[in-house]
């Protein structure tokens, strides 16, 4: 059984991460900030002491590095690093500024870009965090950094992570990459794609 951190899990479990995740052959472990979540490892990004060095096999990432400060995000980078196998991988998607300002260009920062579960998400939303989260009081929500496609790829090496992929998806306004703790060849990473459903 192999096992993968779920980092900054929220509500969703195993079967809202990837299809390369959601297999009986993975061992899901929820992490989060938020104790109300019932998370398996309470935490921070930035602060990983709970979980053992090189103890897991991947970490999945979803929409979580653009809610640190930019001098954070290396800071976490390295704790994914750290608690990661000598073969395991890190899978990260968060919002693609690149997409997001075409529309705010195009004067429509307040503006559905699309309707999600939680209603409809503005540029305004996906750039600083969601508003009716937030007046909610849930704070956590609110973003302090963001990438593009080649910002993300280049902060994943500059980290340490010495292979890595990265997509943008416009239609989605969202960022994928896939970084590996030991070298990888092109095909392999094109085939890791292909497993998490981002081929």
Not at 145 to 153: E, I, K, N, S
Not at 169 to 182: E, T, V
Request: hydrophobic share 40%; glycine share 6%.
């Amino acid at each position: 059984m192999q096992k993968f951190l779920h980092v900054g899990c929220g509500p969703k479990r195993k079967a809202q991460t990837t299809p390369g995740f959601n297999t009986p052959e993975w061992d899901e472990v929820r992490f989060d900030i938020d104790e109300s979540v019932q998370p398996d490892v309470l935490g921070t990004m930035t602060d990983m002491k709970a979980v053992a060095d090189a103890s897991m096999d991947a970490v999945f990432s979803s929409h979580n590095i653009e809610h640190l400060y930019p001098h954070d995000v290396p800071v976490a980078l390295n704790e994914f690093l750290r608690v990661l196998k000598p073969t395991g991988i890190a899978v990260i998607t968060c919002p693609d500024l690149q997409s997001v300002c075409a529309l705010i260009a195009d004067n429509k920062l307040t503006q559905p870009a699309y309707v999600s579960p939680a209603g409809p998400i503005a540029p305004l939303d996906i750039l600083y965090g969601h508003r009716a989260a937030m007046q909610r009081g849930n704070l956590y929500m609110a973003h302090r950094c963001g990438f593009t496609r080649d910002v993300l790829h280049s902060t994943l090496q500059q980290s340490g992570f010495p292979s890595v992929i990265a997509l943008a998806r416009p239609q989605h306004f969202d960022l994928w990459a896939i970084a590996s703790k030991q070298p990888l060849t092109e095909p392999q990473l094109m085939a890791l794609l292909k497993t998490h459903g981002l081929n």
